[in-house]
């Protein structure tokens, strides 16, 4: 099991490595127009908190509290938020490394991770979308996404 959520915590961080990467500077202060909508910062900022504040619960055996390694705004610098996503990749791969298979509380919050992470990937596409950013060739494939659409 933690080799598998190792593998597609990996593939989650590429694609956001790949998100970053793309995603023009000036759009992480972005939102959607004429949407409710928090910004894409914002969305990245809550991203990198989760892969902080999860394994701090597991570790604890309850909720530590949401901290983020990057402002709440994501930053204005891409290349800050790029940096903490590689940073809390590797943490959160020696985290899920060492979770003992008869934790089921560990395991629980490393699934709750991934699907937190997963959440976040399907609302950034509607900002992919509606700020018309090229989309990721990582994003396309994973999301079977339409260039036409």
Do not use: K
């Amino acid at each position: 099991m933690n080799q598998l959520l190792r593998r597609r915590l990996e593939r989650s961080n590429t694609l956001y490595l790949d998100f970053v990467d793309t995603l023009p500077p000036q759009h992480l202060g972005s939102r959607l127009r004429d949407l409710p909508s928090d910004t894409v910062g914002h969305q990245l900022w809550c991203v990198l908190g989760a892969r902080e504040s999860f394994p701090a619960a597991a570790r604890a055996g309850q909720w530590q509290g949401f901290s983020s390694p990057v402002a709440r705004d994501g930053g204005s610098d891409a290349a800050t938020v790029r940096g903490a996503f590689l940073q809390t990749a590797a943490d959160v791969d020696e985290w899920v490394a060492g979770i003992d298979p008869s934790d089921e509380d560990s395991l629980r919050y490393a699934l709750a991770l991934l699907e937190h992470e997963t959440q976040h990937q399907g609302q950034l596409i509607r900002y992919l979308y509606g700020l018309g950013i090229d989309r990721p060739h990582s994003w396309q494939q994973q999301y079977a996404l339409d260039e036409d659409f």
